[in-house]
């Protein structure tokens, strides 16, 4: 299976908003897909998509303030996990971090989505706090750090 990765693009959103959802349970998608959007706009080179026969299957955003970097999001298609996808978004990513200089990288991850949290182990993240309502009421996130 060929993945090409690649830098998003407006009119990947409609394919994107959908994958939102996998990542952040509680969002609304309509309102989730003007976030990811501005994201996009505000951080062009931070946003990521995966494809696979040209088809996407995965993206990842991010967003950098001073130092620390915030993983907006990572998610892949249901179909297409545990097939490395989520680490390749996530190695560009961090590369990209990287060049921006950031020193380190914050993952929220809704307590919903809690299963992810071994993929974020095995990249060297660790747990370092949870957001009680960070998403909303009873919207926990579980916090997870990476320092470079």
């Known amino acids: ?22 990542a952040n349970p509680h969002a609304v998608k309509e309102k989730y897909a003007k976030h990811i959007l501005d ?6 080179g931070l946003s990521f998509v ?48 990287r060049k921006r200089k950031a020193k380190g990288v914050l993952a929220e991850v ?4 809690a299963s992810a949290i071994p993929f974020y182990y095995k990249h060297g993240f660790r747990i370092s706090g949870i957001g009680q309502d960070y998403f909303g009421i009873g919207q926990d996130a579980i916090i997870l750090k990476l320092v470079f």
Request: one cysteine or more; proline letters at 1%; hydrophobic letters at 45%.
């Open 50 to 97: 995966a494809e696979v026969d040209g088809k996407i299957v995965g993206y990842a955003q991010a967003d950098v303030n001073n130092e620390i970097a915030v993983l907006e999001d990572i998610a892949v298609a249901e179909q297409f996990q545990k097939r490395g996808i989520g680490k390749k978004l996530l190695t560009e990513e961090l590369k990209a971090l």
């Open 110 to 113: 809704h307590y919903m989505c």
């Open 1 to 22: 299976m060929m993945v090409n990765i690649r830098k998003m693009r407006e009119p990947d959103l409609t394919v994107v908003s959908e994958l939102a959802l996998l």
């Open 39 to 44: 994201e996009l706009k505000e951080n062009a």
